[in-house]
Each structure stands twice: as structure tokens, then as C-alpha cells.
């Protein structure tokens, strides 16, 4: 068996470790194919953070063993259900998070469970991917999480917080941008917790010991954001100016059953700084719709505070119960049915905070970084620094250009503008 198909579901993170995955299999060689049809082995690098996610991934796998495909479950579900996870027909082999990266030897071993306990583990997993066909790279910087928030289960999937040293990150960088490439995003479980709690630090190395012409931040606390942060990041010349809040709710007492500790006060005074640093900044988020305990007034309090904030988009979805967290014994859980309502509101809020963006962005000056080359219409497309996808009748792939942001090449997929 050397053919295999690898589907990476989730956040960057593990994005980038299915990467990684491929790459040693290939380097074991291994040949990666781009059809499930053309595979001997499908390798599910799942995610675990609702329960869709799960039901997905045993759709997937069932799917592909129903095809005569040897399955490999890796990533989340696989590090928190462990051995319970062989008793399904259609599951041949199960990894954790950090032994999916000895996937060709447990192979070749024919070793069919091998999951580490990553609560006891505190050195950071450093692996390297040496990609070079495209013009953006995620670097993971930080794994793991020590918050525990009522909802989550992903600390029981990732473990503690660890975090990769700054030469290391350094010498990625510079490696990254040796081989061609323009941007760095910094990814990680929970990057705030860099180091000592403290990302700035690794910040101002990046600024004046790497070549890199820009970077962005993955998701970050609202208290992590701090002014002395922000001073730094509004005069650094690589810095995207594109901000992920993990909001989670705009209702106190919502927040508060969730174990966040900040309020909904304290984090639209930080949006509206922001939004006065930067020209244009993207301010994303991430809200949970219909939470465990979350009356009608708490959500019409939600709605309220996320109209009238500065956000440039909102990821939600609807709670999801997750089996060993402090949520599944609360009190106050909502039928499915109000949970997904709540959250098309939300998203319909979303859709009118984009449109508001894209259209105050047009007549401005941005830097794009031409990431395709043409599609079937004849453009190219590519990323400003502010996070807005747009086309353009002519380029160079991997380069950087200025032009003014128009109705016509700003990329919108809902076509809202």
C-alpha cells in the first residue's frame, strides 16, 4: 500500500500538520494521490471542536472504507477517544496528535493504535514543511491550551500549553522566506499563550531579525491584546493589520457560564481601538450561537452588541454538546432547532458586516500579494494585507503589488457589494 488520500479538517493548525503528514509520507515514499479512487490508504486528520465535525469524520471514514480503502483516524477525535475508537468496523488504524507524525514507521510497522498522553507532555512537537508551491505558509508557533472553558473539549486534545522556541521560529521564517515566500501566518492552539503568556516579545524579533515582508496572527483573547501590542503592531512594516478575536458571545452572562474572563464591555472598547490604529483593519470573531442556558433576552443582548460593534465578519455556529466538558452538565440546553435559528441570525449580521467593509475599502490604496495564477476567466488573484480577496487582469504570481480596491476586482463570493 503506498497510495494514500489525506483530508485535513478544522483549524490552520492541523491544516498545517496534514501537510506536514504528507510530506513525510512522501519523503517515506509514499504517493499521494488526489482521488479517493486512485487510494489505497485515506488518512482523516480530524477535528473535534462540535459535533458535527465528529459525525463528519465517521462519515468520511465509513465512506471510504465502503470503497476497500485502509482508514487511518488522526488529530482530535483520535487523541481523545483513544482505543474505543478500534471497535468501529470501519477505523483500521488510530494516531494522536503528535504520533501522526511517525505515521509511515506505525505503517510499515503495521502498529494500529498509537496515541501519547499530551498531558504529560511539555516540549513542543517542531516539525518543518518545505512547501514552495505557494506564496503564503502557516507556521505553528504554540500547541496545546491550560484555559478551560465550559464549552470546550480541545484541551483534552492538544494538551497543555507548549510552545516552539523563538530561534526556531526565527530560522522558520527566514527559511520560509529563502524559499520565495511573502507572508507567514502564525498559527498555533492558543498563541496568546506564547512563551510566557506574552507574544510580543517573539513579535519584535520577527520584525528586526527576519526578512519576511509580512505576517499575520492567528486567534487571539481579547485580553491578550494589549496596547503595549497594538502600539507595536500599528509601526511595524510587516504586520497585516487583520485581527481574529475569539469572542465566543456578547452577553456577560453568557460569557461568564463560559468561563471567559473579560465582558462585553471591555472587548467592544478594544475593537474600537483598534479600528483607530489601523486603516482599515479585519476584525474577525468567533460566536457560539445558542449556548447552554442562553435565554432570549441573553441572545437579543448578543445581536445588539454585535450590530453595533466594528467587526468586519463573524464565524458562528450553533453549540454543540461535547461529552467531559463543564457545559454538558449545565442546565438550560436548546433544541437544535433555536440553536441553528440563532445562529443564521448571526450569520445574516455577518453577511451585512462584510458588505459594510468591502465597500468602505473601495477607492483605497492596498498591497496585494498575487497568490494565483490565472483561473479559466484570464485573472489573477490575491490577498491585501487587510484580508480582502481580489482579481486582477494582470501580475506576477508571488509578487507584490499596490492598486486601488474597485467593485469590480474586490472578490466577494455572496456578490453582496
Known amino acids: 500500500m503506498k497510495n494514500f488520500y489525506i483530508k485535513s479538517m478544522g483549524c490552520k493548525s492541523n491544516q498545517f500538520e496534514g501537510q506536514i503528514v504528507a510530506q513525510k509520507l512522501i519523503e ?7 482521488s479517493l479512487n486512485l487510494a489505497e490508504i485515506y488518512i482523516l486528520n480530524s477535528c473535534s471542536v462540535t459535533q458535527t465535525s ?10 471510504a472504507h465502503s470503497l476497500g480503502l485502509k482508514t487511518i483516524l488522526t488529530g482530535c477525535i483520535a487523541q481523545i477517544e483513544k482505543e474505543k475508537l478500534l471497535e468501529e468496523p470501519y477505523i483500521d488504524y488510530v494516531y494522536g496528535n503528535e504520533d501522526k507524525f511517525r505515521l509511515a ?24 514543511l518545505n512547501d514552495t508551491t505557494k506564496t503564503r505558509i502557516s507556521l ?14 480541545i484541551p483534552y486534545g492538544r494538551g497543555k500549553s507548549r510552545s516552539a522556541d523563538s530561534d526556531f521560529i526565527i530560522n522558520e521564517i527566514n527559511r520560509y522566506s529563502d524559499l520565495g515566500y511573502k507572508e507567514v501566518i502564525l498559527t498555533g492552539i492558543h498563541i496568546g499563550l506564547w512563551g510566557d503568556k506574552n507574544i510580543l516579545p517573539l513579535l519584535k524579533e520577527i520584525e528586526t531579525k527576519t526578512s519576511i515582508p509580512r505576517y499575520r496572527l492567528g486567534s487571539l483573547n481579547p485580553h491578550e491584546i494589549t496596547p503595549e501590542l497594538l502600539t507595536f503592531l500599528q509601526n511595524s512594516e510587516k504586520f497585516c493589520p487583520h485581527f481574529h478575536l475569539s469572542l465566543q458571545s456578547a452577553c456577560n452572562r453568557t460569557l461568564k457560564r463560559m468561563n471567559r474572563h473579560y465582558t462585553v464591555e471591555y472587548y467592544l472598547d478594544q475593537i474600537e481601538d483598534i479600528v483607530s490604529r489601523f486603516d482599515k483593519p479585519f476584525l474577525g470573531s468567533d460566536i457560539i450561537a445558542g449556548f447552554a442556558g442562553e435565554t432570549e433576552d441573553d441572545f437579543q443582548t448578543t445581536v445588539e452588541n454585535l450590530n453595533k460593534s466594528k467587526l468586519s465578519q463573524i464565524h458562528t455556529f ?3 454538546i461535547r461529552k467531559g466538558t463543564i457545559a454538558e452538565k449545565m442546565e438550560g440546553h436548546l433544541p437544535d432547532k433555536i440553536k ?5 441570525i448571526i450569520k445574516k449580521i455577518s453577511a451585512e458586516k462584510i458588505n459594510t467593509f468591502l465597500k468602505s475599502n473601495i477607492g483605497s490604496e492596498q498591497e496585494v500579494l498575487i497568490e494565483k495564477r490565472p483561473a479559466k476567466n484570464g485573472k489573477f488573484k490575491g490577498v491585501t494585507r487587510n484580508y480582502i480577496t481580489v482579481q486582477l487582469e494582470d501580475g506576477e504570481f508571488n509578487s507584490l503589488k499596490k ?14 457589494l
Do not use: W
Not at 514507521?105 to 518543518?128: A, G, H
Open 318 to 320: 450553533p453549540y454543540s
Open 54 to 63: 465528529d459525525n463528519e469524520a465517521m462519515y468520511l471514514l465509513r465512506h
Open 340 to 344: 441553528e435559528e440563532r445562529a443564521g
Open 140 to 153: 505553528k508557533i504554540q500547541d496545546g491550551c491550560d484555559n478551560r472553558c465550559s464549552y470546550c473539549i
Open 28 to 34: 517515506a515514499g509514499y504517493q499521494q494521490v488526489s
Open 105 to 128: 514507521n506505525l505503517i510499515l510497522q503495521d502498529e494500529v493504535f498509537s496515541v501519547k498522553d499530551l498531558m504529560q507532555s511539555t516540549d513542543f512537537c517542531k516539525v518543518t
Open 403 to 416: 492598486i486601488i480596491l474597485t467593485k469590480e476586482n474586490i472578490v466577494c463570493p455572496k456578490k453582496i
